[in-house]
């Protein structure tokens, strides 16, 4: 199984991104699936997660600016952020919690995808 983000670059503030993930692979369903973000010098921290039935959280900073949403037929799950601002930039991580096959058996683990780096300039 691989998670392959897509959708992050550069923005003043104020603008919009949208960011991308797919999973891939012999999968047979995916649980919760988030975004995270990571600066410099930081723990990597939780930006948005939905659950496979839609139940979304959101980290206080972003509430209301950015909306989580995913796809269970195509394996995606998008964050859509608005109002950027320059403490939003950062190498944002697409995670999934996915039940694969493996051979004859079903396995469920965690993956995480490459980050794809979101600079918004003031």
Do not use: H
């Amino acid at each position: 199984v691989q998670l392959q983000a897509s959708g992050g670059g550069l923005v003043q503030a104020g603008e919009s991104l949208r960011l991308s993930c797919r999973a891939s692979g012999s999968i047979f369903s995916s649980d919760v699936m988030a975004w995270y973000r990571q600066t410099p010098g930081k723990q990597r921290e939780l930006v948005a997660s939905i659950g496979s039935r839609g139940r979304t959280k959101y980290a206080d900073p972003v509430k209301g600016r950015f909306s989580i949403s995913r796809d269970n037929t195509k394996n995606t799950v998008d964050l859509q952020m608005n109002g950027l601002n320059p403490e939003d930039t950062a190498l944002y991580y697409c995670y999934g919690q996915i039940t694969f096959y493996d051979v004859t058996r079903l396995v469920t683990d965690e993956f995480w995808g490459l980050g794809t780096q979101v600079t918004v300039s003031s």
